[in-house]
């Protein structure tokens, strides 16, 4: 049974362009959430997606946005970048909404 | 809105100390959970705590869901060198069981 993966695991941007990353669900999990955690503090929920429908949304601007696959793998997509947008992005699937979540390694994502 | 108070924020102790470690919240939680997080890794779940007044171990780890469901403490016995990292405590948040929020976490560092 894999885990969830997270890729890429690093990634530079320049403000103003747009990033695209990407979550495999962990197998037989149809849910997967996406948080954005800055330096020194915990994760913040984004959105959440289940059976590929948004099911639930922080408190994101929808520069912020996703998709979720027939596989049940997920992507996050955030436009015109800006410097506070620098954080850890953290994807963690779930068999159902209501069950442990399980996250990845996350990526990285520095905006310069 | 939703927010979970973390302390201490940081904490350096001796390899072999106990370690105790709080979460707070203005707001009534159902369930508390206490995840670890390594550098470069995502949170791992420790512990979750489902009923008020609940206590849970898990091997070293103790947690307790207080009477008021406003708290939980975290309780680490012995600790060892690969204890180190920041512990959060996170709860669902109105949207939903998976739609996670979470501490500003509290890091521990153990002298050898």
């Known amino acids: 049974e894999t885990g969830v993966t997270q890729s890429p695991t690093h990634l530079i941007k320049t403000r103003g362009q747009q990033v695209t990353l990407r979550c495999s669900s962990q197998s037989g999990h149809n849910t997967v959430s996406w948080y954005q955690q800055a330096l020194g503090q915990g994760p913040q929920f984004i959105f959440q997606y289940y059976r590929e429908e948004e099911n639930g949304r922080g408190n994101f601007p929808p520069r912020f946005s996703g998709l979720q696959f027939p596989n049940y793998s997920s992507e996050l997509n955030v436009n015109a970048l800006e410097l506070d947008d620098s954080a850890l992005y953290l994807c963690a699937s779930s068999l159902d909404t209501n069950t442990e979540a399980f996250f990845g390694q996350g990526t990285r994502l520095t905006v310069v | ?112």
């Open chain 2, 1 to 112: 809105g939703q927010q979970l108070n973390q302390s201490p924020q940081s904490m350096f102790i001796q390899e072999g100390e106990d370690v105790s470690m709080n979460c707070t919240s203005s707001s009534i939680f159902n369930t508390w959970l206490w995840y670890k997080q390594d550098p470069g890794e995502g949170p791992v779940l420790l512990i979750a705590l489902y009923k008020a007044g609940e206590l849970t171990s898990n091997g070293r780890l103790t947690a307790q869901f207080g009477i008021t469901r406003k708290d939980s403490f975290l309780n680490i016995s012995a600790s060892i060198p690969s204890d180190v990292g920041i512990y959060f405590c996170a709860g669902p948040s109105i949207q939903g069981a998976q739609k996670l929020v979470f501490g500003q976490g509290t890091r521990l560092t153990i002298n050898p």
